[in-house]
């Protein structure tokens, strides 16, 4: 038996094309979003006031402890199906309007969650900052606030680094589910050529090997990255091995 | 609400799932991750090379992709495996599907907790055990062994509280898992943000009691290890 | 318990052997997501017009019968790689399949339907979806159909894995139609509350030359195993009886005022 057809991969190129494309910006775009809210959280989570902190806290709680799939059906099936939605939707809301597309329900699931990894991730690096730093900006004169901007927060996403670059890799893995609200992402397509062909090996193998390519890509990227702004840290530099979902 | 209490047998018999789902996967992962662990600290080249190709393509295939390629293809293979054989058929069904997927997967992410806890046991440990006469198997089993696993505990933990979240994706091969059975019972009565929400809170209950247990066991563990006061 | 074992292989050679095999124990799969043929109740059992005609047929054939219930996506490689012997879940009989698994007479006829709202000038035609956006579950004839003769030419398919999310999504205005086997659409939606408002735009669609009913197909039969000629056989020959019984249209009624066999 023939179980490897590589002629069901070669017709349906352009559709796995199309689908890695939409993982890439899909998973770009809610990276870059995570990490703009991301920042200035991490600032709020490690504040000494708790009405600052504790509903950060809060909402990482929720994010992290719960798999991204039933946040993505929540937002897609479970907002988008609410009668009050429906009703915002008649009345041609522009902006619950935006719940209507599935991109956008997927972007913003995608979004809230990695953007709560991230957080914690930051809170977690600025709290290691050492303390001589932090008292060196102060010898300076600086303010709080212009330590935190010139000090701290380098300082901290600099050593965030490692992590940070395993939250991309993982976020990229986690964007998988997208094929679960109508998506044609690259495992959306996958399983359309295997529902079209019924040839498991071919779409899923190849699919997965696509990702695969892309995570090598993507890894070499960071340890560039790790080389240039993580020089100095290099020798004490211990692998983390944390996986998320 | 009252859908809610209707549906709540089912939805905590979903959860029964899962956790099944979930322990069955840890047990081979952890089985897989110490074989993993071995094989990459081995002086035997090509088996450094498997594992360093196990962890490295765990590391870059989505779970839901190896998933759906376990259950989809794996029942071919088996077939062509127990026709050759001769063998009655073997089924895989979702949940072993699953649960096989889920712990091979887990399985690179405790090879690579069990590597680290392996190296970070002092060599001078396994030199005062020969020093005192014992074989390798008893330095290993008596010495190394009960060391590593105070270094791993903060890795297997991290390491289950996410295993236990990937389980969600073994609804979309269709196990009735208390995701799946949410999202049935969501659109039988139209409310579907109740019942994932309520999906939300099992998996937040069971992350939770995951951390305490774990802080107890890391305390418990590390009796004996004075804590640096920085 | 080694007896036991050895007396097992013993029947499984010995039955092996034998040209055609009598079935006394079937494993019948279903999806669970498509009323109300078929699907999965708050206990979590399957239950709708496929298995209760499942069940008739194994009163019938006096085998027993278990139900396995699988994603609609892989139900025909799931037959094929033997995690059940037969599909029961209002598959069509199409050329596409048959090159795969063989099927039984058809147990009830269906053409397909397009679903919008109720007025809607929408009509089953390239020219009128231009630039809309149509449901579809993904692996079924209307995927097949709206994939071979819309797709790629200004319509934007939108797939999913069960009927039932394509529904939800009409409903939120996600979608502007759905294309969908008509005695499912009647059953399970448009007769239920939750499809008023909705009904059939144009007319009952069987395909209009050879070519388009080859991709519609030619009714709703049980798939089994190519190499399984026996329960096929038998499956038929069960099928008959339940028609002339009287206890198909006894569970017909059950679901649907009138015949949905066809002629």
Known sequence: ?245 | MDALIEYSPSLLAGAWVTLQVAILSLMLAVGTGLLGAACKLSRLAPLRWWSALYTTVVRGVPDLVMMLLVFYGGQVLLNQVSDYLEWEMIELNAFAAGVLTIGFIFGAYFTETFRGAFQAVPAGQMEAGRAYGMSGWQTFWRVLFPQMLRYALPGMGNNWLVLLKSTAIVSMIGLSDMTWLADQAGRSTHQPFTFYLAVCVLYLAMTSVSNAVLQRLERRYNVGVREANV | MKKVLLLSALLALSSFGLSAKEWTEIRMASEGAYPPFNETGSDGALKGFDIDIGNALCTEMKAKCTWVKQEWDGMIPALIARKFDAIVASMSITEERKAKVDFTNKYYASPVVLIAKTGSPLRPELASLKGRKVAVQRGTVSDNFATKYWAGKGVEIVRYAKQDEAYLDLKSGRVDATFADYWEAYGGFLTKPEGSGYSIAGDQYFGKNAEERAVIGEGIGIAVRKKDQDLKAQLNKALAALRTSGKYDEIRKKYFPMDIYGN
């Open chain 1, 1 to 245: 038996m023939e179980w490897f057809d590589l002629t069901v991969v070669t017709g349906s190129l352009p559709e796995f094309w199309r689908g890695l494309w939409m993982t890439l910006h899909l998973t770009g775009i809610a990276l870059i979003i995570g990490f703009g809210f991301a920042v200035p959280l991490s600032i709020a989570r490690v504040s000494k006031n708790p009405w600052v902190s504790a509903p950060v806290r809060a909402y990482t709680y929720f994010f992290r402890g719960t798999p991204m799939l039933v946040q993505l059906l929540l937002v897609y099936y479970g907002i988008g199906q609410s009668e009050w939605m429906q009703q915002m939707w008649e009345a041609g809301n522009p902006f619950w309007l935006l719940f209507r597309d599935a991109y956008f329900c997927a972007l913003l699931a995608f979004s809230l969650n990695t953007c709560a990894y991230q957080l914690e991730m930051f809170a977690g690096a600025i709290r290691n900052t050492p303390n001589g730093e932090v008292e060196a900006a102060k010898a300076m004169g600086m303010t709080r606030s212009t330590a935190l901007r010139r000090i701290i927060l380098p300082s901290a996403l600099r050593r965030a680094l490692p992590p940070f670059s395993n939250e991309v890799i993982l976020m990229l893995q986690g964007s998988a589910i997208a094929s679960a609200v109508t998506l044609v992402d690259l495992t959306g397509a996958a399983r359309n050529v295997y529902s079209r062909h019924y040839a498991p090996f071919e779409a899923f193998i190849f699919a997965g090997l696509l990702y695969l390519v892309v995570t090598f890509v993507l890894v070499g990227l960071f340890r560039v990255a790790e080389n240039r702004w993580l020089a100095h840290l290099q020798p004490r530099r211990s692998a983390s091995d944390a996986k998320k979902n």
